[in-house]
């Protein structure tokens, strides 16, 4: 071969070796350059993927509040009474703190202004006189004991010291426990008021208890007493003469329709003075706090469509015992009684009630008389024997417009020791009539004529009419 053929052969073949060489490196460096970015590619997605996984879990959190918020609000809905547009609540948080989960409230009361108009036949009321204020059948004034024998004018007052105000709380445990207490106060302190400026009275205690289940204690109505049998009256109590009215601290196991209780004992004492030079008679009464028994009470009730009837009884230990004195006596006492309410048709209800038996006065109209008397002479008790009882017919003419007559009566049989000045029976009859122009609001007017006898037979009087207006809540 030529020396030009090689020269010529050997400047491809130099030019091809040298791409063989460097190629590997080229394609190698490449390579890494890509391999480089794959993986700055890898963690971007990476770090991308985690960001749409914790948004979707934030935006998984935000729809399950949502979602527990709205059912909160629709329990608050249901529960609550619905805000008006435009007025937000007051509370929004329970007003019991302290109390069991599921604890309810209640508040009620009634705002009521009476205004009486009286006159008696045999004498005046004193001018500080409770009866004054409601209807006392034992203060109406009798010739010789108490009274003057003369008419008196018509004595005119007004107040509102029968308004009252109450609390109830209420709570059932998740295992069907029952428990709660109610309070009741009126503000009927008369000595601590008087008419000459502000006419401020009193708070007085009328119910405070507490219960569980089936037992209470605490001040309520006696359970010898039938609260519910009551007719309606313009006047505290309305059927007063023969009506069982007593509210006392007690301890009582309720079951079905039947109740025993064990309750605070007082003994109302009337002791009578004869002057050997005059023979003038004089009573004077105190109350003994000595017992040392609680009295005993007993009831059963039925109630239905057809009204409510009950039968109570009473047994209690009537004891005086003092030391200064040197009285010590004691006797056992009792009663029974039964009434209730008969819904004789759609417009007219029959309340009635009958209770007798011996040294159970204080629980017979506001103690007309006491539960017994005491001879100083033998020391010893007497215990009064009592009948009393009521009947009130109630005839509602429209919803809206209501009238009731009602006639009570107690006769006592007094210990002859005591002379011819107690309380032999005391009577009265009443009519009113009731309007109610809308829910909770009652305007009253009402008529009463009541008389008292003694045991010589003298009477006293009473006549009076009163109106009254009641807002209940």
């Known amino acids: 071969m030529s020396t030009r053929m090689l020269k010529t052969v050997r400047k491809p073949l130099a030019t091809c070796l040298l791409v063989a060489l460097v190629a590997p490196g080229m394609a190698f460096a490449q390579t890494a350059k890509e391999q480089a970015l794959e993986a700055r590619v890898a963690e971007l997605e990476r770090q991308v993927q985690l960001l749409l996984s914790s948004q979707q879990q934030q935006q998984t959190q935000i729809t399950q509040t949502q979602q527990d918020v709205t059912a909160v609000r629709t329990v608050q809905a249901e529960q609550k009474p619905a805000v008006p547009a435009g007025k937000q609540p007051i ?176 003994t109302t004492v009337l002791t009578g003075t004869r002057n050997p030079v005059t023979g003038a008679w004089t009573n004077a009464a105190s109350n003994s706090d000595r017992g040392s028994l609680p009295d005993l009470t007993a009831r059963y009730g039925w109630k239905g469509d057809w009204g409510t009837f009950g039968v109570g009884a009473i047994v209690r230990q009537l004891k005086v015992d003092n030391q200064a004195t040197g009285a010590d006596a004691d006797k056992i006492g009792g009663g029974l009684t039964l009434g209730g309410k008969w819904v004789m048709a759609d417009s007219d209800t029959l309340h009635y009630q009958i209770s007798g038996g011996e040294g159970i006065a204080r629980y017979v109209g506001l103690g007309v008389t006491a539960d017994t008397a005491y001879d100083v002479a033998r020391d010893e008790l007497n215990p009064t024997g009592v009948l009393a009882g009521y009947v009130g017919w109630r005839h509602a003419f429209t919803p809206k417009l209501r009238t009731n007559l009602i006639y009570a009566r107690s006769d006592y049989d007094n210990d002859g020791s005591l002379g011819p000045l107690v309380t032999k029976s005391v009577q009265s009859i009443r009519g009113n009539i009731f309007y109610t122009p809308m829910p909770k609001v009652d305007i009253g007017a009402e008529y009463m004529y009541g008389v008292r006898e003694i045991e010589d037979g003298r009477k006293g009087d009473i006549n009076r009419v009163q109106f009254t207006t009641k807002y209940s809540f």
């Open 91 to 266: 509370q929004v948080t329970t007003i019991t703190p302290g109390a069991a989960p599921g604890t309810t409230v209640k508040i009620g009361g009634f705002i009521k202004a009476d205004f009486l108009a009286t006159q008696t036949d045999d004498g005046q009321l004193a001018d500080d006189a409770t009866g004054r204020a409601l209807y006392l059948p034992g203060q109406t004034p009798v010739a010789g004991a108490g009274g003057s024998g003369e008419r008196s004018d018509v004595d005119f007052n007004a107040h509102a010291k029968f308004s009252r105000f109450n609390l109830g709380i209420d709570n059932v445990s998740e295992s069907g426990n029952k428990a709660g207490a109610f309070f009741e106060m009126d503000f009927f302190g008369n000595s601590l008021g008087n008419q000459t400026a502000t006419n401020t009275y009193g708070v007085t205690l009328r119910h405070a208890y507490m219960y569980w289940n089936k037992w209470l204690a605490g001040q309520t109505w006696s359970n010898f007493m039938d609260a519910a049998s009551l007719p309606e009256a313009a006047d505290f109590v309305g059927p007063t003469d023969g009506v069982l009215f007593v509210r006392q601290t007690q301890i009582r196991y309720t079951n079905g329709g039947f109740s025993i209780a064990l309750e605070n004992p007082e």
